[in-house]
C-alpha cells in the first residue's frame, strides 16, 4: 500500500525537523519535503506531488493565509494548518477552516518542540483524515442582483410562537464541522429554538469560534456558560476541553458545562450533548449530526430518537469526513440525510408544520 506523502512547511527549522521526524516515523506515511516559506513550498508541491501539506499560519515572504487561499484556488488539496495557540492565531486557524483546511493542530506558544512532541498523536491522525478527506472548494460568488428586482424577505417564524421556548436544536460536528455547523446557523431565524453545538475543538478555540458565528448569524451565539439558562435565538458552543450537557431546572433548560474524562476520546464529546438531550429534552430534541471522523454521538443520536426526537444527518457528498454521519445512520438514528444546503430549510419547515404540536412523526 502506497504511502502518504506530507509536505511540512513551516518558517522554524526545529519545527520542521520534529515534524518530519513524526511523520517518518509512520508506517503509512513519510516527509517527501519540508520548506521553509510558501514561495518553496510552492515548487515543492508541483514537483513532489504530495497528498497532504502542514502549513504553518504564519510565514515569511507570503502569509499563510494568502498561501491557502491561492493553493484552494489553483490546485485544491488536503492542509492541516498548525497553529499557534493564542487569541490572533485562533482567529487566523478560523479563517484558514473557512478556506477549505481540512483541520488544524494548536502548538503551545512557548516549549514548542516538547508541545509538538506530545501530539505526535493527533498530529498524525489528522493527516490520515485530510488524506481521504473530500477537499471543499470555495462557493462561486452569488451573482449581483439585477436593478430593480425584487428583494428576497428574510425567513421568520413567528407562527412557531411558543413552541421555540420548548423545542432545542441540537448539533454534533468534527472534522469539517466548523464551516458545516455555520452554514446551518446562518440559515437559522433570529427567532428559532436554542441551539446547543459540540463541535470537537481544543480549548483556546471556541470563544473565537463562537464570536465569529455571532457576528455572521441572525441567532445570538456565544460559548455555553455553566448554570445559564438556554434561551430560544440564541447558540450555545461547547467550551473546548469541557463537556456540554442540557438539564432540567424549574420550567427552564440550563447549560451544564463540566470537567470530566474524555469520552470517544473527546472532550468536548458528541456523546455527552445528545445523551443529556434524550435524557432531558425527549421529543422536544431535534438532533442534527454533521461532518466528522469516528463515531461520537452515534448511539446517543440513537437513544435521542427512541426517547421521541427527531433527527437529521448529513449526506456523504457534502461532508468532509462521512465518519460521524455514516455511523448515526448506521445505528439507526437518522430521520432524514440530507445535503447541508438543505438541512436548516427542513428544519424550519418541521418546525413550522408542528408549530402548536408535538414532533411526533408523521
Known amino acids: 500500500m502506497a504511502k502518504t506523502k506530507v509536505v511540512v512547511v513551516d518558517d522554524s527549522a526545529l519545527v520542521r525537523s520534529i515534524l518530519t521526524e513524526i511523520i517518518n516515523r509512520q508506517p503509512d506515511m513519510e516527509c517527501t519535503g519540508a520548506a521553509s516559506d510558501p514561495l518553496m513550498a510552492r515548487e515543492m508541491?508541483?514537483?513532489?506531488?504530495?497528498?497532504?501539506?502542514?502549513?504553518?499560519?504564519?510565514?515569511?515572504?507570503?502569509?499563510?493565509?494568502?498561501?491557502?487561499?491561492?493553493?484552494?484556488?489553483?490546485?485544491p488539496m488536503p492542509v492541516v494548518m498548525v497553529s499557534t495557540?493564542?487569541?490572533?492565531?485562533?482567529?487566523?486557524?478560523?479563517?484558514?477552516?473557512?478556506?477549505?483546511?481540512?483541520d488544524f493542530v494548536a502548538k503551545p506558544k512557548i516549549g514548542v518542540a516538547d508541545g509538538i512532541r506530545l501530539l505526535a498523536q493527533d498530529i498524525t491522525d489528522k493527516i490520515r483524515i485530510a488524506a481521504k478527506a473530500h477537499i471543499r472548494r470555495a462557493p462561486a460568488p452569488a451573482p449581483a442582483a439585477a436593478p430593480g428586482a425584487p428583494v428576497a424577505k428574510p425567513v421568520t417564524m413567528a407562527s412557531v410562537g411558543r413552541l421555540s421556548t420548548e423545542k432545542i436544536i441540537f448539533i454534533g460536528a468534527s472534522t469539517g464541522g466548523t464551516e458545516a455547523t455555520k452554514d446551518v446557523l446562518v440559515n437559522l431565524p433570529a427567532d428559532c429554538p436554542a441551539v446547543v453545538i459540540t463541535q470537537h475543538m481544543p480549548?483556546?478555540?471556541?470563544?473565537?469560534?463562537?464570536?465569529?458565528?455571532?457576528?455572521?448569524?441572525?441567532?445570538?451565539?456565544?460559548?455555553?456558560?455553566?448554570?445559564?439558562r438556554i434561551l430560544p435565538g440564541h447558540g450555545y458552543i461547547a467550551p473546548g476541553g469541557f463537556h456540554l450537557s442540557v438539564e432540567r431546572s424549574g420550567a427552564n433548560y440550563i447549560a451544564r458545562v463540566q470537567d470530566g474524562e474524555p469520552v470517544n476520546r473527546h472532550k468536548p464529546s458528541v456523546e455527552v450533548l445528545f445523551n443529556s438531550a434524550a435524557r432531558v429534552v425527549g421529543p422536544n430534541a431535534l438532533g442534527i449530526m454533521l461532518t466528522g471522523m469516528g463515531a461520537d454521538?452515534?448511539?446517543?443520536?440513537?437513544?435521542?430518537k427512541d426517547a421521541g426526537s427527531y433527527n437529521y444527518v448529513q449526506d456523504e457528498a457534502s461532508c468532509v469526513v462521512f465518519g460521524m454521519p455514516r455511523e448515526a445512520i448506521a445505528a439507526g438514528a437518522a430521520d432524514e440525510v440530507l445535503p447541508l444546503s438543505q438541512i436548516a430549510s427542513h428544519l424550519i419547515d418541521r418546525l413550522r408544520k408542528t408549530a402548536g404540536g408535538s414532533l411526533n412523526r408523521v
Open 45 to 75: 508541491i508541483r514537483n513532489l506531488n504530495p497528498d497532504v501539506i502542514t502549513l504553518d499560519v504564519e510565514m515569511p515572504k507570503m502569509d499563510g493565509l494568502d498561501f491557502l487561499s491561492r493553493l484552494m484556488r489553483l490546485r
Open 203 to 228: 480549548p483556546g478555540f471556541t470563544k473565537s469560534y463562537a464570536a465569529r458565528l455571532d457576528g455572521l448569524c441572525k441567532i445570538r451565539v456565544k460559548e455555553a456558560q455553566d448554570g445559564e
Open 297 to 304: 454521538g452515534a448511539r446517543a443520536m440513537k437513544v435521542m
Open 85 to 102: 495557540l493564542t487569541e490572533r492565531g485562533a482567529e487566523v486557524t478560523l479563517k484558514a477552516l473557512e478556506l477549505g483546511a481540512i
